[in-house]
């Protein structure tokens, strides 16, 4: 689950921390198959990312770091959020941009403007009923990062289980035609689900992040 990440350096990175909605009400069966999600989800995608280091904890919350991969941060969190809507599960997601300055031995051990970004972030989302944030200790990112982030959550809190089963091989770059044969059903079946979740605004918004993260 976890890979060590001891570099003593400072470096720029996204703090990804998520917290399960309702989790306390989950039965132990659902809890497994939710925790077996996450899981799996990371496995896979640390193959892809090699700096991807995660933590899962509670049961119930993850943090989970990405530095040279950075620019990826949204996409890695949307998709988790649509897989997971996809099975009737939901996450809040705080995304913190900023630095690590101090390496522990694991994900929440370590420190630095990233995390701190990221931590409180999740907190105010608990009394805001937000999916998803972005948080950076920059004034104009933060202003611009606000609206896109109320764009995100407009829709996230909009989409139906068969929208987000697209959507999330929709954001692994998955073609029209290879999504519909994976969920059996017609292309334009795929083309309508897309479009009723708003993915060309997701698109954008990931464009956008993918250039501005980088300037951190």
Known sequence: MQKQHRQ????AAVVLTGDVVASAAMEPAARRKLIGYIERFFDRFGKEFPDLNWQQYRGDSLQAILTTNR????????????????????????????????????????????FQASGPM???MKTT???????AADTAFDAEWQVHGDALNYLLQRLSPAQAEAMALFLQNVKQEDIARKLKISQPSVHQ???AAGAPV?????????SSVLLF
């Open 129 to 135: 009923n937000k999916l998803i944030g972005i948080n």
């Open 71 to 114: 620019a990826y941060a949204l996409k890695l969190a949307l998709q988790l959020q649509c897989l997971l809507m996809a099975n009737n599960f939901f996450i809040r997601l705080a995304l913190g941009i900023g630095n690590i300055n101090y390496h522990g031995k694991d994900v929440t051990t370590s420190d630095g403007t990233a």
């Open 8 to 11: 003593k350096k400072i470096l």
């Open 193 to 195: 689900r897309l479009q």
């Open 202 to 210: 997701f698109q954008s918004i990931l464009k956008r992040f993918e």
């Open 122 to 124: 999740i907190d105010l």
